[in-house]
């Protein structure tokens, strides 16, 4: 049977008012040691208000190959930036 | 440099995708873990990665040494954290390496049978306080040297764990800078301390960024990966050129009569240090290689009974939580 410690995605709250961002990974037996080893690991300088912890194999993830299917159809829609259309300067600040 | 001597693998890979890939880290876009990559690179950076993991954790062990014995409690809770972030640079290391289809216990007992390294340096004695400033400022002095280029390679999580390590280094160098030069002026006693230490760290560091350009002989494939972003010898002048007015503010004597600067190169003329010291170190034949391994191995061992207790409890109370479901 295997014997390590299951792989935990850590996701910290940097400051108050931003979302949890991706810091990195680490080993835990369960979601609570987790937590306790993500505060020892990544928060060792006040980088963090609130930690999320994910088991690793509980995230799926879009694969290298998918890129061009999934992200090439938003290149050819340059109309959904405001800077693709043209305000008369007499209209003012829009 | 943490990982010396890390062999390159040659890819025996279809050629359009080789090229495919040169193009992609010539244009400095990082490669992520799900990425088409050749498995000479994989292999060479699980290798050269889990040296770099290894040296972190080994490390402690020599700093560790001087823990209790702190001259004040000042200095122990700055010592403490220094040896605690090493455990950290550690782990990033070692879930950036297993990003590459490695687990972190077969790394592990890897590094427990000696199948793969860690840096020289750590296999050399700390044997006063001294020495604790000595190991920051030259032996954290010669890590920055090279952790500071590797934030750029080419691999993603590599580059990211680099980035984080290169925040918290600089605080490990100027606690041994302040630690030695307290030291340099102090007492007589104290003062040939600090150039004792010098002297025998000194050598060991210029050793740490691995043998000359000349003798190197896996450099110019991990240099068009680029997981090695300068050579040995450019980093090495890098430290010299760096440390030299360092000792010299100290008052400290660097150990090398040949030591002199060279206005037309704009840079420290040095002597080489004794390389077949260096090779025997690697070979495993240092003054600490022998109790550095058997104190991992112990810790090993005697930590197996916590990870299977901790595990058959989380598994345990999964089962109950699924039966109460």
Not at chain 1, 44 to 52: A, K, L, Q, T
Not at chain 1, 73 to 91: A, G, L, N, Q
Not at chain 2, 280 to 297: E, F, Q, T
């Given at each position: 049977?295997?014997?390590?410690?299951?792989?935990?995605?850590?996701?910290?709250?940097?400051?108050?008012?931003?979302?949890?961002?991706?810091?990195?990974?680490?080993?835990?037996?369960?979601?609570?040691?987790?937590?306790?080893?993500?505060?020892?690991?990544?928060?060792?300088?006040?980088?963090?208000?609130?930690?999320?912890v994910v088991e690793a194999n509980n995230i799926s993830a879009s694969s290298?190959?998918?890129?061009?299917?999934?992200?090439?159809?938003?290149?050819?829609?340059?109309?959904?930036?405001?800077?693709?259309?043209?305000?008369?300067?007499?209209?003012?600040?829009? | 440099?943490?990982?010396?001597?890390?062999?390159?693998?040659?890819?025996?890979?279809?050629?359009?995708?080789?090229?495919?890939?040169?193009?992609?880290?010539?244009?400095?876009?990082?490669?992520?873990?799900?990425?088409?990559?050749?498995?000479?690179?994989?292999?060479?950076?699980?290798?050269?990665?889990?040296?770099?993991?290894?040296?972190?954790?080994?490390?402690?062990?020599?700093?560790?040494?001087?823990?209790?014995?702190?001259?004040?409690?000042?200095?122990?809770?700055?010592?403490?954290?220094?040896?605690?972030?090493?455990?950290?640079?550690?782990?990033?290391?070692?879930?950036?390496?297993?990003?590459?289809?490695?687990?972190?216990?077969?790394?592990?007992?890897?590094?427990?049978?000696?199948?793969?390294?860690?840096?020289s340096i750590f296999n050399y004695p700390t044997l006063n306080w001294a020495?604790?400033?000595?190991?920051?400022?030259?032996?954290?002095?010669?890590?920055?040297?090279?952790?500071?280029?590797?934030?750029?390679?080419?691999?993603?999580?590599?580059?990211?764990?680099?980035?984080?390590?290169?925040?918290?280094?600089?605080?490990?160098?100027?606690?041994?800078?302040?630690?030695?030069?307290?030291?340099?002026?102090?007492?007589?006693?104290?003062?040939?301390?600090?150039?004792?230490?010098?002297?025998?760290?000194?050598?060991?560091?210029?050793?740490?960024?691995?043998?000359?350009?000349?003798?190197?002989?896996?450099?110019?494939?991990?240099?068009?990966?680029?997981?090695?972003?300068?050579?040995?010898?450019?980093?090495?002048?890098?430290?010299?050129?760096?440390?030299?007015?360092?000792?010299?503010?100290?008052?400290?004597?660097?150990?090398?009569?040949?030591?002199?600067?060279?206005?037309?190169?704009?840079?420290?003329?040095?002597?080489?240090?004794?390389?077949?010291?260096?090779?025997?170190?690697?070979?495993?034949?240092?003054?600490?290689?022998?109790?550095?391994?058997?104190?991992?191995?112990?810790?090993?061992?005697?930590?197996?009974?916590?990870?299977?207790?901790?595990?058959?409890?989380?598994?345990?109370?999964?089962?109950?939580?699924?039966?109460?479901?």
């Amino acid at each position: 049977m295997n014997t390590e410690w299951p792989l935990w995605e850590i996701f910290i709250r940097g400051q108050h008012g931003m979302s949890h961002r991706h810091v990195g990974s680490l080993h835990a037996p369960d979601a609570e040691m987790a937590i306790k080893n993500a505060r020892d690991v990544y928060t060792r300088r006040n980088e963090g208000v609130s930690i999320w912890v994910v088991e690793a194999n509980n995230i799926s993830a879009s694969s290298p190959s998918d890129k061009g299917p999934l992200y090439e159809p938003s290149e050819s829609k340059v109309y959904r930036h405001p800077t693709f259309f043209d305000i008369p300067e007499e209209v003012g600040a829009m | 440099m943490y990982a010396q001597m890390v062999e390159s693998e040659a890819s025996n890979d279809d050629p359009e995708k080789l090229a495919e890939f040169q193009a992609r880290i010539d244009a400095d876009i990082k490669i992520e873990p799900k990425d088409w990559m050749p498995q000479g690179y994989r292999k060479t950076l699980i290798r050269q990665i889990g040296q770099h993991a290894h040296s972190e954790i080994v490390g402690q062990l020599p700093e560790g040494n001087w823990i209790t014995r702190a001259p004040t409690l000042q200095r122990k809770a700055i010592l403490l954290a220094k040896v605690q972030d090493e455990a950290g640079h550690g782990l990033y290391l070692y879930c950036a390496a297993e990003t590459l289809g490695v687990s972190r216990d077969e790394i592990t007992e890897m590094l427990l049978d000696g199948r793969m390294k860690y840096s020289s340096i750590f296999n050399y004695p700390t044997l006063n306080w001294a020495d604790i400033g000595a190991v920051g400022w030259l032996v954290d002095g010669a890590a920055i040297m090279n952790q500071v280029p590797l934030q750029r390679t080419s691999y993603g999580p590599y580059s990211r764990a680099m980035i984080r390590i290169c925040k918290e280094e600089s605080f490990h160098q100027r606690q041994g800078y302040d630690a030695i030069r307290k030291m340099a002026e102090g007492t007589p006693e104290q003062r040939k301390m600090a150039q004792d230490a010098m002297n025998r760290f000194w050598y060991p560091s210029l050793m740490m960024f691995g043998p000359s350009d000349k003798d190197s002989v896996h450099s110019a494939q991990s240099m068009a990966w680029k997981i090695k972003i300068n050579t040995n010898d450019e980093l090495r002048q890098k430290f010299v050129d760096q440390t030299v007015p360092q000792a010299e503010y100290l008052g400290l004597t660097i150990p090398d009569p040949d030591l002199t600067w060279n206005e037309e190169r704009g840079h420290y003329d040095f002597s080489e240090p004794d390389w077949s010291e260096f090779f025997d170190v690697i070979k495993g034949n240092g003054p600490c290689n022998v109790d550095r391994l058997a104190a991992r191995n112990k810790a090993w061992d005697d930590g197996k009974w916590v990870r299977d207790g901790l595990l058959a409890h989380a598994r345990k109370k999964q089962a109950g939580n699924l039966a109460a479901e």
